[in-house]
């Protein structure tokens, strides 16, 4: 079937560095994507979105890449902080399909080194 | 209160036990989920309501039971678990249609064993 992976299960990090944490999709039909952080003992929290007709989009240090052509899409963490430590899921959705779900990946746990 | 909240936030049950989790949204959405989130696994949406009628069903085992009286509130009714039903169970709302996207708001979620 079709769904979201994750490339790297865990990704350590240096305090100041960048971190990238990817994401593989496999419905083209996806046009909808979202990042969600969840720390430990909560729930998901949104990060960032973006949509098919775009290729990035930033946020506050953040900044989500779309490559449609070859279906991965990436988080782009700048200056990563101690508070970044957590696990990082993408999601996707195929709005046109009117079910309103998201598909979700894995996840990748970032650890940042002090 | 804002945003999603979700109640017990750990629970503990044994296999014969009845037990309720409770989901609450304050954000004014019409779309309410079910999800399970087990070690090492993809979240596993599990129930989807919406505008208090259930769309979706993921072939959830009957000892599951949803209940949603209004689109503010949504349940989760336990009954003879199992061990391997362990895991934490996250509710999360939406507003499809307000947007073109599905934006899902997450709540804490419960944490559950089952001895």
């Known amino acids: 079937g079709e769904s979201v992976g994750l490339h790297l299960p865990t990704l350590s990090v240096q305090e100041g560095d960048n971190s990238i944490i990817n994401c593989a999709y496999s419905n083209s039909a996806s046009d909808y994507f979202i990042w969600y952080k969840q720390e430990s003992g909560k729930g998901p929290q949104f990060i960032i979105d973006i949509r098919s007709n775009m290729d990035k989009r930033q946020g506050q240090r953040v900044t989500v890449l779309l490559n449609k052509t070859v279906k991965h899409l990436s988080l782009q963490i700048a200056a990563t902080q101690p508070g970044d430590s957590a696990v990082y899921f993408c999601a996707e959705e195929n709005s046109g399909a009117g079910s309103y779900q998201l598909t979700f990946g894995k996840g990748t746990k970032l650890s940042v080194i002090p | 209160e804002t945003g999603v909240t979700q109640t017990p936030r750990h629970l503990v049950m044994g296999m014969t036990n009845k037990k309720s989790l409770k989901c609450e949204q304050h954000l004014g959405h019409n779309a309410m989920y079910w999800y399970k989130q087990s070690a090492k696994k993809p979240l596993e949406l599990m129930f989807v309501?919406?505008?208090?009628?259930?769309?979706e069903n993921n072939s959830v085992p009957s000892r599951f039971s949803p209940e949603c009286p209004n689109s503010s509130h949504l349940f989760l009714h336990l009954h003879t678990l199992q061990p391997e039903d362990s895991a934490l169970y996250l509710c999360a709302s939406s507003h499809p249609g307000l947007a073109d996207y599905n934006e899902q708001f997450f709540g804490p979620g419960t944490r559950l064993t089952v001895l």
């Open positions: 309501y919406n505008f208090k009628e259930q769309t």
